[in-house]
């Protein structure tokens, strides 16, 4: 896909995906920390973390620049940052995929999710 990128539009695209798949393993590795800590963090530093985890910005990066047929450098600087247009729907995302699963994940004794650092919090 990067090169592909490179050869047809002129741009490097691999740091920004490269970028996006390393910040997704080190939320799945924190969230495995917490886990096999047995413990749970506080609902802003969990929804932090999980709205990464969520993965959505790893999908619409790739979506944007397999549909894309150009792309500007300010265009591609938005993954650098996280623009609000890829943090606020994984968080959506995120905050739903807990709520349909936390019945679930109780019975398997799974406790990190962010039902359960709200109600821990308050």
């Known amino acids: ?4 990128a490179l050869k047809e539009q002129g741009q ?9 798949w390393a910040d997704l393993c080190k939320a799945f ?15 802003e530093e969990y929804l932090e973390n999980a709205w990464r ?3 959505g910005n790893v999908l619409l990066i790739h979506t944007y620049l397999l549909l894309c047929q150009s792309s500007s450098k300010v ?3 938005c993954f650098s940052d996280y623009h609000h247009l890829l943090k606020w729907p994984s968080i959506i ?6 709520l349909a699963t936390f019945s679930a994940e109780i019975a398997r004794g799974e406790t ?3 039902i359960s650092c709200y109600i821990l919090e308050t």
């Open 112 to 114: 990190v999710n962010s």
């Open 93 to 98: 995302f995120r905050l739903s995929n807990d």
């Open 75 to 77: 265009s591609l600087e």
């Open 29 to 43: 590795l924190q969230e495995a920390k917490w886990s096999f800590n047995e413990s749970i963090p506080p609902f």
């Open 53 to 55: 985890s969520a993965s």
């Open 12 to 20: 490097d695209v691999i740091p920004y995906l490269q970028k996006a």
């Open 1 to 4: 896909m990067g090169f592909d």
